[in-house]
């Protein structure tokens, strides 16, 4: 079946630098979902993609769906310490509605 | 607008106790389902309902029930907890399918089973 990887699992960010987070598909996706949850909180969508290498950017975060529509990148500039959370990729399985998410990665933040 | 309301915000059971996580939402939404999130495991579908009456297994359903006897509402039911269900749960909601099916979460339910 559908498998939804994500990577990294961490990443160490010193404030102000860049990163990206990568998701990964075995099949070609319908959409592709991203969601952040903050310490303590619960996860809250960000944004969706469903077309083949659409590019989104909300302020300093700029998410990609590949051509393929196999796999998706998170890429935060400028990291600041409001960017300290998970972020988690989701995608729709075999039915409607049935989202897979990825692990996560978990983002630490070194002012 | 109160959005997903999840109670108990934390719960403590003994193995083989029985209790029932309460999830309620006033958006009208179509589709609402269960999560668990376990560390490095992400959230994992438990159950999951498409509208009233209607409802299916996710990923991980063993141990769990649910039923959806109103839009509104969608409980998930520990029959007998085993440690292993110690997790957070999450519910959520979203309107029907399509580019507008983005999830709403409750604030989680921490369940520790000892």
């Known amino acids: 079946g559908q498998q939804v990887m994500q990577i990294p699992q961490y990443q160490h960010v010193q404030e102000g630098e860049d990163f990206t987070t990568y998701c990964n598909s075995s099949t070609t996706l319908s959409n592709i979902q991203w969601y952040k949850q903050r310490p303590g909180g619960h996860p809250v969508f960000l944004i969706q993609?469903?077309?083949?290498?659409e590019v989104k950017k909300q302020k300093r975060l700029t998410f990609q769906f590949g051509e393929a529509k196999k796999n998706s990148s998170l890429h935060i500039t400028a990291t600041q310490t409001t960017d300290v959370g998970t972020y988690f990729c989701a995608a729709p399985t075999d039915s409607w509605g049935k989202l897979q998410f990825g692990a996560g990665t978990q983002v630490v933040v070194t002012p | 607008n109160a959005g997903v309301t999840q109670t108990p915000k934390f719960q403590v059971l003994k193995t083989g106790q029985s209790m029932t996580l309460q999830c309620a939402q006033d958006m009208n939404h179509e589709y609402m389902s269960w999560y668990r999130q376990d560390p490095g495991m992400g959230l994992r579908l438990i159950h999951y309902?498409?509208?009233?009456?209607?409802?299916d297994q996710g990923e991980v359903p063993n141990g769990y029930n649910v039923s959806r006897s109103t839009t509104e509402d969608f409980p998930l039911r520990l029959l007998s907890a085993a440690p292993s269900q110690t997790s957070v749960y999450f519910c959520?909601?979203?309107?029907?399918?399509?580019?507008?099916?983005?999830?709403?979460f409750g604030s989680g339910t921490q369940l520790s089973v000892l």
């Open positions: 309902s498409v509208g009233a009456g209607i409802t």
């Open positions: 993609l469903v077309k083949s290498g």
């Open positions: 959520a909601s979203s309107y029907s399918g399509g580019e507008d099916e983005k999830l709403f």
